[in-house]
Each structure stands twice: as C-alpha cells, then as structure tokens.
C-alpha cells in the first residue's frame, strides 16, 4: 500500500501536503504556511494530523504551524541546524534520518542552497520527494543563504533518484519557470510541450505540482548543465557542469 497523497494550494503560490497511511490512519503535514486550508482539508477526510515536516525555516513554510499544532497536538520534525529559527522542534533531523509514516519510511536529505538548512524527505516506497524550495517544478530555488555550488551538489543528489519519483516542490511558480527555461534552452520539443500543458492546467487553475523527475530532468535547465544545446547557447562548451548551472542561475535572477 503506497501513501495517499494531498496537494494544498496555501497563500499566494504556496503548496503543503498532506501524507496519509490508510492502514494505520497516520496523517503527516509537509510544511505550514498557513493554517485554513491545512485544517481544512483535514477536517473533509476526518484525518487526524500526526506529525509536521518542515522543509526549512521561511515564514510562507512556517507560519501556520503554532494554530494547527494547537488544533491537532501534531508533533514538529525540522532540520537539527535551523533548530533555532524553526518552531520548537519534538525531533531535530540530520541527513539519512528516516521519518515514518504508518508503516513507510521517509528519508531526509540535506539539500543545502536556498537556506544553508533546507531539508528534503524522500519516501522510496510511495515515490514521492518533498524538495520545497531546492528542486522546484521547472526551476530551483532562489540563493537567499547558499552558494551556486551548494545548490548544483542538492541537486545532483535529488537526480540520483528514480526518475518515476513525483517531485513535490513548494511553490506554484512553473509559468514563469518555463518562460525562463525557453530562453536558454529554446530547441527542447519536450521544454515547449510542457510549456502548452502548464498553459491548459493553469487555465484550468489545477498546480502544476507534483511532477515526475523525469519530466524534470527533460525540461528544468537547472538539472540540464550537460545539454550540449544549452552549453553552447550560452557560449560555455568548455565549462564544467558547475560554471554553466551558476550562469543559468545568474540569468534567472535578472531575468
Ligand atoms: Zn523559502
Ligand atoms: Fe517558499
């Protein structure tokens, strides 16, 4: 039996999941940013809520976590390096630390870049990976506290997983993803095909989230440093992988 899985459009663009083990009828929360919708969509499945994972410390990940731990006495599992700017935490988390829900493991990995303690959980079994702001949907999270090479090496480790793994990222920021993608990687058939069908579930308001790893790998630039089409269209044939991932980010900042 795989998890049951629950996309929560929160805020403005922001996505929390709910995780949910029908055998044991264990619910987990990946990420808070606000309480309504959470509490909500708990309340229409009659779901208890067990415990939270926090991805990393920004308030639009964060700041729903003190009303529903109120409603529901939900345990708190966060990054052990942001122990101090997260929520008070009942389990601080390392990389390779496992988490569970019912019966299914969840692994953490540090995916440093965005904030020097985001954090991942991956679960095997189910083929999920909750990456929030590290690996996002078409893009990569912006470099508020790490450096480029922080952010390509979290990435690298998020592409060694199978590539059916349903990436659950943080934000509905695809769109604008894509129309930067296009530009430097403007010859991709499969880039453009995507950018049409985002276009049809954005018109239709669905998320665009989760999306599989492998869709990932064929259209995000930034899991795209070895495309030859894309190293020449940025005139870095010669450079390492690491040099053309920090020029696509460079670009996607002032694009
Ligand atoms: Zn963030
Ligand atoms: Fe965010």
Redesign the pocket.
């Given at each position: 039996m795989t998890l049951e899985l629950v996309t929560i459009p929160c805020l403005k663009d922001?996505y929390a999941y709910l995780l949910h083990d029908a055998a044991s009828d264990e619910t987990t929360l990946i990420d808070a940013p606000e309480a309504a919708p959470i509490l909500a969509a708990l309340k229409a499945r009659g779901w208890h809520l067990d415990q939270i994972l926090l991805t990393h410390h920004?308030w639009?990940?964060i700041d729903g976590v003190a009303e529903i731990v109120e409603a529901t006495s939900a345990e708190i599992l966060g990054a052990a390096a942001d122990a101090h700017r997260l929520p008070p935490l009942s389990r601080a988390l390392v990389e390779a630390d496992q988490v569970q829900v019912g019966a299914e493991i969840g692994y953490v990995i540090d995916v440093p870049g965005h904030t020097v303690g985001h954090i991942a959980f991956y679960f095997p079994v189910s083929g999920l990976c909750f990456t929030?702001?590290s690996l996002m949907a078409a893009g990569c999270g912006r470099l508020f506290e790490g450096t480029p090479q922080q952010m390509f090496d979290s990435l690298a480790k998020l592409q060694q997983l199978p590539p059916a793994t349903l990436i659950c990222s943080?934000?509905e920021y695809t769109t604008a993803n894509l129309a930067f993608a296009a530009t430097v990687d403007p010859t991709n058939t499969a880039l453009h095909a995507r950018i049409r069908e985002v276009a049809r579930q954005r018109a239709g308001n669905r998320p665009t989230v989760p999306v599989s790893l492998s869709e990932e790998l064929a259209t995000n630039p930034f899991l795209r440093a070895q495309d030859p089409y894309i190293r020449q269209h940025l005139g870095m044939a010669d450079a390492t992988d690491a040099q053309v991932f920090t020029e696509i980010r460079a670009l996607k900042d002032k694009f």
């Open positions: 922001n920004h639009d990940h929030a702001d943080g934000h």
